[in-house]
């Protein structure tokens, strides 16, 4: 069971509305199964054109230009490299540890898409959280790993 | 010539756990060079068969992407950090 405080949980649902329609990405520190603290991480999904060509993820027909209408860059995330590496390294000096990340489904449900299951690869059984705005009134956070292409889901229990 | 170099988590299991590895080099391609020799079959995981680094993986001297700087041939001087992250990325 994954357990993480209610301002934190807050937190990655706060990001995700604010993002949205674009998806909101970032990383999560904490020890153990307990995270203690999210990190907000830009999403540069617009400039990670050819990283998502390359591995078929971009549907034939589909724009990839941010200010498109119907844009598939709002349905993609790509952590801005720079800022990634800054926020793993203020996680390590903070005495945290690396749990994994979170990212938004501004539209769909909080499960990992085919996308998300081929990129978790780089990331072997990290900590996956997906918030889900599909019902805008009601957003979703659920908690996932990824290993060998398998998706298993973990409870997550947030503590007050 | 000593530059530390820091192991993202999913590329431990090459370093019997270590998140930093201390090599003596004076170019990225040298650092990886010589982390290579130490944990055979880790480079291929950041570079490509002909040098270069693949395209999900990013490399940082002092917190900087060599692709702004000199790319693999980035020169290093004693004490600097090269750090080495896989992308994260997703979508629906």
Request: contains cysteine; aromatic residues 8%; proline residues 8%.
């Amino acid at each position: 069971m994954i357990r993480i405080p209610r301002d934190q949980y807050q937190a990655i649902i706060e990001h995700a509305q604010r993002e949205a329609p674009r998806e909101a990405c970032g990383l999560l520190g904490g020890h153990g199964e307990r995270i203690e603290r999210v990190y907000p991480v830009t999403n540069r999904a617009e400039l990670a054109v050819e990283f998502f060509a390359e591995r078929g993820l971009i549907p034939p027909g589909r724009d990839y230009r941010p200010d498109a209408p119907g844009s598939i860059a709002v349905e993609r995330f790509f952590m801005d490299p720079e800022e990634q590496f800054r926020v793993l390294r203020e996680i390590e000096r903070s005495g945290l540890d690396h749990l994994g990340s979170y990212h938004s489904h501004p539209a769909t449900a909080a499960y990992p898409s085919r996308t998300d299951v081929e990129l978790a690869a780089f990331w072997p059984n990290m900590l996956l959280l997906i918030c889900s705005l599909a019902a805008p009134a009601r957003p979703v956070v659920r908690a996932f790993r990824v290993y060998e292409g398998q998706v298993s889901e973990e409870s997550i229990l947030v503590e007050d | 010539m000593a530059v530390t170099i820091l192991i993202p988590a999913p590329l431990r299991r090459f370093t019997e756990d270590r998140a930093a590895v201390q090599v003596e080099a004076k170019t990225v391609t040298e650092a990886l060079a010589k982390l290579d020799e130490l944990y055979p079959g880790i480079r291929e995981r950041i570079c490509e068969p002909d040098g270069r680094v693949r395209r999900f993986v990013s490399i940082f001297v002092n917190g900087k992407d060599i692709r702004s700087l000199q790319g693999v041939e980035t020169p290093l001087a004693d004490g600097d950090e090269v750090g080495i992250i896989p992308a994260m990325a997703g979508g629906r």
